[in-house]
């Protein structure tokens, strides 16, 4: 049980910097060294594509989170 968690800890890990990884920066572009903002809030506005991306960002670290939990008390 303890080395499938392991594992799973492992891809969790991979999945996380990956989905991490494919965030837009915010200081994205020209606009983005002149202070020149988009108007979207961190939780609001921007493309279906970032909303969701963000979502399997934060559930995917959650599980990460909850998994090393589980880890410490084995």
Known sequence: MESILFLV????AIIVIFLVLMHSG????LSGAF??????GPFGGGSLVERN?????VAF???F???????LKL
């Open 9 to 12: 800890q492992i891809a969790l």
């Open 26 to 29: 915010k200081d994205a572009g």
């Open 35 to 40: 202070g020149v903002g988009t108007g979207a």
């Open 53 to 57: 991306l963000n979502r399997w960002t």
């Open 61 to 63: 670290a959650l599980a």
């Open 65 to 71: 989170v909850l998994n090393t939990l589980v880890l």
